[in-house]
């Protein structure tokens, strides 16, 4: 089963074996490349499919059913759309607004989607198998190319010349900066426990046997398990994910900041904002979810990159439940939540982790509740004096 | 100068410079994060990773973003209708002013005195800046911290002002 987990490993040592030794480091790279651009975008390419069958089920409806292999009769239950999407995407004329900005315009769609294929490269997605690994600074190059896929919102929304785009882009924007100090708050629990930025010993850290049949995951704990839930919620406004996709907020502002695009430029930034999403679902189950390592140790036979990519399938499909089941928040809302919540839940969470570095010669029956009891309180209180918000809403007509 | 040095002065320096000549203020500040952007790759040339990344969560992400921003909320973004003064005279003069301060400050550092004089990059571990920050340079940071949240204040209490003097209409309860 050893040579089954390495066995991507082992086939990219082979193609190096049979080249000259001047070209192996570029080879070497082209391969992770090459790896990279074939297999996020193939699950993206599900992705559309399924997430649209799903919410058709969630709505009462059939979603997508008919499309299957071109000039066959086979149907294969629907899940050739993406091809007819993707020729749909490539042959659609490319509109540009007559008062556009035409270069920042042009530009805006690859501002996006080059930072997202970088963010997909540092995940750790099996046992050896990191396409970079930056031994001191995985994390922060994560979120540094994350921070930059900012400026292609402004470029989109501002280039467009275009009241919805404008709007889309500065709430984006918005929503983006406030989130990321959630973000990165809660991932910093992790970086303070395992004492290393980089994801690959992260993920080493979280193999250890815990209890006898556990993983050492960091959900385990009751600092980790807080920073899981808080980093999902970041991670869902960072991807423009409902509920909190105002920046794109269809029965609103149209597509948000990028309206004015078509044909495959729009396909562009559709695929952006899904790798954004599996990138920051890598990084949630890097940090948290134990990477490519199984729950069980004897599970531990099931190769390791399909334990990540089991695990990248769940929060996608997660993230589709979402979109069907929670109404969109308001401005208001969301950046009470981000900082009237998230940051004060983000900061007890560090003191949490504190505390459970400090009590670690304390039995887990003790320390577990201690640390539960210390994030559960301030929860309380933070989220009844939140509630009260939602309550005292007042409509002028509706009532 | 290797050739990938050549090429990222190159980006950094004519980006840099079309910052100051464009004519369209967004244009401008775009420009201005190809340039810092430039500069990140200038730091990664070097081997230093932890400087570049926070170059760029910094820089492109936050602060390419604030002045971008100013320029939306403050003029519509379009390009100004005259040429704009320059003053090539006072501006050099500034600029080098700048340049020689900032010389004569790193210049005269103690921490150039401390690196070994060989070309060898020196391994500087994310953990020794930690250690660094919150052990020697403590003082310093907790400085700028209070300046920081000092500005915010600031910002705070100007937005209030302009609240009190025009009061939204009542509208609180319509019934």
Redesign the interface.
């Given at each position: 089963m050893a040579s089954l987990d390495q066995i991507f490993v082992t086939l990219k040592a082979w193609v190096l074996g049979l080249l000259p030794e001047t070209v192996q480091p570029f080879a070497g790279v082209m391969i992770s490349i090459s790896a990279i651009m074939a297999v996020f975008p193939g699950i993206f390419a599900l992705t559309t499919v399924v997430e649209r069958k799903l919410l058709g089920r969630f709505q009462n409806r059939p979603g997508p059913n008919r499309v299957g292999i071109p000039l066959t009769k086979i149907r294969l239950a629907g899940f050739g759309q993406f091809i007819a999407d993707g020729i749909k995407s490539l042959t659609k004329e490319d509109v540009v607004p007559r008062n556009a900005d035409k270069v920042v315009h042009f530009i805006a769609p690859f501002v996006l989607v080059v930072p997202s294929f970088l963010a997909l490269s540092v995940l750790p997605v099996g046992r050896n198998m990191a396409a970079l690994n930056f031994t001191e600074t995985g994390l922060l190059f994560f979120f540094a190319i994350g921070a930059a896929t900012e400026i292609s919102v402004f470029m989109a929304g501002w280039s467009s010349r275009n009241k919805y785009s404008l709007l889309g882009a500065m709430r984006g924007i918005a929503q983006m900066l406030s989130y990321e100090i959630p973000l990165i708050l809660s991932s910093l629990t992790v970086v303070m426990m395992v004492g290393s930025l980089s994801l690959v010993t992260i993920v080493e850290k979280q193999t250890a046997v815990q209890w006898g049949v556990f993983h050492n995951w960091h959900v385990f704990t009751p600092w980790g398990f807080a920073g899981f839930l808080l980093f999902l919620t970041a991670a869902c406004a960072e991807a423009n994910r409902t509920p909190f996709d105002l920046p794109e907020a269809e029965s609103e502002l149209i597509a948000g900041y990028f309206t004015e695009y078509s044909g495959f430029k729009f396909a562009l930034f559709f695929l952006g904002e899904y790798l954004g999403m599996f990138a920051i679902s890598g990084v949630a189950i890097t940090l948290f979810l134990g990477g490519w390592s199984a729950p069980f140790t004897f599970l531990d036979w099931v190769p390791s990159w399909l334990w990540f990519f089991g695990k990248l399938v769940g929060f996608i499909l997660f993230f589709i439940w979402l979109r069907g089941t929670l109404p969109r928040l308001k401005v208001d809302q969301l950046m009470n939540l981000a900082w009237k919540f998230m940051l004060p839940m983000c900061l007890i969470n560090l003191v949490v982790a504190g505390v459970w570095h400090y009590t670690a010669d304390w039995n887990d029956l003790i320390r577990w509740p201690l640390g539960a009891a210390l994030l559960a309180l301030p929860y309380w209180i933070f989220s009844r004096r939140f509630e009260s918000r939602f309550q005292t809403r007042t409509y002028r007509y509706a009532s | 100068m290797t050739l990938a040095f050549a090429i990222l002065a190159g980006l950094t320096v004519g980006a840099a410079i079309a910052a100051m000549t464009l004519r369209?203020l967004?244009?401008c500040s775009?420009c201005a994060?190809v340039s810092l952007?430039g500069l990140a790759l200038l730091y990664l040339n070097l081997g230093a990773?932890?400087a570049a990344?926070?170059q760029?969560?910094v820089y492109?992400?936050?602060v390419?973003?604030l002045i971008?921003?100013a320029v939306?909320l403050t003029r519509s973004?379009e390009a100004p209708a005259g040429r704009v003064s320059y003053g090539l005279w006072t501006g050099l003069g500034v600029a080098l002013a700048v340049f020689g301060t900032l010389a004569w400050a790193i210049g005269g550092s103690s921490a150039l005195k401390a690196l070994p004089k060989d070309s060898a990059v020196p391994a500087l571990?994310?953990?020794d800046v930690g250690d660094k920050l919150v052990g020697d340079f403590v003082l310093p940071l907790q400085v700028i911290a209070l300046l920081l949240t000092a500005a915010m204040l600031g910002a705070i209490v100007i937005a209030m002002r302009e609240a009190k003097g025009n009061p939204q209409p009542a509208?609180?309860?319509?019934?």
């Open positions: - | 369209n967004v244009h775009l994060t952007v990773e932890f990344f926070v760029i969560l492109v992400g936050a390419a973003i971008v921003f939306l973004g571990p994310v953990k509208t609180r309860n319509p019934q």
